[in-house]
């Protein structure tokens, strides 16, 4: 126990005397357990909406649909094996509704004003179904702006808007699309110029009594058919439709609550799988950004490597001492993201309208907070167990001399950079001393143009989507929240990466540094010199970020949500070389700063040059 507090005594003193490099190790892990906590929570930020949906609603466990031919088999299925209880048939008209001047695919299912065993939508506003009276269900009525007392047109009649409800026998609007013969099937929504005839493209669902919905009904417009099924056993409703031979696009169309529980949380399992790629990209730059500043600490706490090892430290006490202060921000970065991440997944969640209760309102459950966790400090192990093993097999000697490590001298190097100017001999030279860290510095540009080159993707994809693809405006607008979190995130990790890698460069470099401007050359070479170093890899990392990084990320995505890439729009080919020119200018930018600080420090004295040459 006494060993333990040392540790973290020690740990918590380095950590007071370096706060700033502290505090950007603790945004670098903590953007990516942000996004990672609000991945896993939107995971089911629609799913326990819906079961309360079910549970409020007497929710069916089985819906089938069926025209008219079927109408027989309708009434079969009431009494099949482990079938407890049923409601309907109740006819089925499909159709469009105007309201407050807008056009749209309706599906109007005819109803008794008697209570029901099962599917009895519970009315959030006004009142149930009566003659000349429609419900809406409470989805559809807030995207047409429609409440109780309003009138819509139906088939050629006005009606009075008496009631806007939620069922659980259909996912909240615009989750289904609706045949004309056989009721409604749940499921994806083609694109337009796709539909077949009979098809509706993202039908609302409204409530009328049976007289009304008949008296509807047209050649154009045919009755079907739709009846609830409960279960003694719910987690038996696929194997009574695979029984009853009930698939999608069947005589008898069913629908199990399962395939409706995911069609209510598809938003929510999109907006999930861009915020866990854009978690685990994250963390490949807190990775990144990590190693830099454990390196250049490491480098930096020679002497007191060697002061703990005089005074009787082992190996083991110094690799713990020195793995300490990062597990200990970790465990602080963890902490803070999984509250971010609680208190933002209601932000980046669609419109729970439809159902009862808040999408959004999923609890962090431990499971979450071990994932999330466990990725933090995983991060910090990854990042400084090899640099603090190595410290600590340092001799105590040399620790505690602390003398300057020599540069590697390369042949070839020397012969091309001579012939350069002085800014670019200087950074090739400055590269050269640590090419890991030129290599981390590439990589961790091409993860974030990258992700970048994703985003354009998405949002070109995103901006042809209101009223002819899949999604709504107001879904639309959700998902353009969740890229604008990704987006942001990415940014200010990358620019710190960048500003870390430059200053531990600046650091490393800064005896060298002094000697070259004791050998004349000036601040402003000097400076230009330290950011070339960098901009040298941010071109490199560009260019692979763009491609293959972007179309591999690209494809891995959607890959995952099991999409269809051919079809996805790509950004025009302009913005994709212009990214190329932009990250390396915002490159250079961020590095001058920290080169620019360090460049005015001043010279070695000719006599200490002499000395060392």
Not at 205 to 232: E, F, H, Q
Not at 273 to 282: D, E, K, N
Not at 369 to 395: F, H, K, N, W
């Amino acid at each position: 126990m006494g060993l333990l507090l040392l540790v973290v005594r020690l740990a918590l003193r380095d950590l007071r005397r370096r706060r700033t490099e502290a505090a950007l190790l603790l945004i670098a892990i903590l953007a990516a357990t942000t996004t990672l906590t609000l991945g896993l929570v939107l995971r089911d930020a629609a799913g326990d909406p819906y079961r309360s949906t079910r549970a409020a609603t007497k929710g069916p466990d089985v819906v089938a649909s069926a025209g008219l031919a079927g109408l027989t088999a309708l009434g079969k299925l009431a009494t099949a094996s482990g079938v407890t209880e049923h409601s309907g048939p109740y006819p089925v008209i499909a159709g469009s509704l105007e309201a407050s001047g807008r056009t749209s695919d309706v599906q109007a299912v005819g109803r008794d004003a008697t209570v029901t065993a099962v599917d009895q939508p519970e009315v959030t506003r006004g009142k149930w179904v009566s003659d000349g009276g429609v419900v809406l269900q409470a989805a559809f009525a807030d995207s047409l702006d429609v409440g109780v007392g309003d009138s819509v047109a139906l088939g050629g009649r006005s009606f009075e808007v008496v009631g806007v409800a939620v069922t659980a026998a259909m996912p909240p609007y615009p989750g289904a699309t609706c045949v004309v013969s056989a009721g409604c099937i749940n499921g994806a929504v083609p694109d337009d110029r796709d539909l077949p005839a009979g098809l509706l493209h993202n039908p609302g669902l409204v409530w009328l009594t049976r007289a009304d919905v008949r008296s509807l009904a047209s050649d154009r417009s045919p009755l079907s058919y739709v009846m609830n099924l409960k279960l003694a056993d719910p987690d038996q409703a696929q194997a009574l439709v695979d029984r009853t031979g009930g698939d999608h696009g069947g005589a008898m169309p069913m629908q199990t609550w399962q395939s409706i529980l995911a069609d209510a949380t598809d938003l929510a399992k999109d907006s999930q799988t861009l915020l866990l790629i854009g978690a685990w990209l994250l963390g490949l730059l807190a990775v990144a950004s990590l190693s830099v500043l454990v390196g250049g600490r490491m480098a930096d706490q020679h002497r007191r490597v060697g002061l703990l090892k005089a005074v009787g430290g082992t190996p083991g006490l110094v690799a713990a001492v020195l793995l300490a202060e990062y597990l200990l921000v970790a465990a602080v970065a963890a902490a803070a993201g999984l509250a971010l991440g609680a208190l933002t997944a209601p932000l980046l969640t669609g419109s729970s309208a439809g159902l009862v209760g808040s999408a959004g309102t999923a609890p962090l459950t431990w499971p979450t907070i071990g994932l999330v966790t466990a990725v933090a400090l995983g991060v910090a192990v990854v990042a400084t167990a090899v640099p603090a093993v190595r410290g600590a097999r340092t001799s105590t000697v040399s620790a505690l001399a602390d003398a300057a490590r020599p540069p590697r001298r390369t042949g070839w190097l020397i012969t091309v950079s001579a012939r350069l100017p002085v800014p670019l001999l200087l950074a090739l030279r400055v590269a050269a001393r640590r090419p890991r860290r030129v290599a981390l510095g590439a990589v961790s540009i091409a993860v974030t143009v990258s992700g970048i080159h994703v985003l354009l993707v998405l949002d070109t994809f995103l901006s042809g989507q209101p009223g002819t693809g899949a999604y709504t405006e107001a879904q639309v607008a959700v998902l353009r929240h969740v890229l604008l979190v990704w987006t942001v995130v990415l940014l200010t990790l990358a620019a710190v990466n960048a500003v870390v890698i430059t200053w531990a460069t600046v650091l490393d470099n800064r005896h060298a540094s002094a000697l070259a401007r004791a050998l004349g050359a000036t601040p402003r070479e000097v400076t230009v010199a330290l950011a070339a170093a960098q901009v040298l890899p941010a071109l490199l990392g560009a260019v692979m970020g763009v491609f293959p990084g972007g179309f591999l990320l690209f494809a891995a995505i959607n890959t995952i949500a099991g999409g269809d890439s051919d079809k996805a729009t790509l950004p025009a080919p302009w913005q994709l070389i212009a990214l190329v020119p932009a990250t390396v200018l915002v490159v250079a930018a961020l590095t001058s700063v920290p080169a620019h600080l360090r460049s005015r420090s001043p010279p070695f004295p000719l006599a200490l040059v002499a000395a060392v040459l």
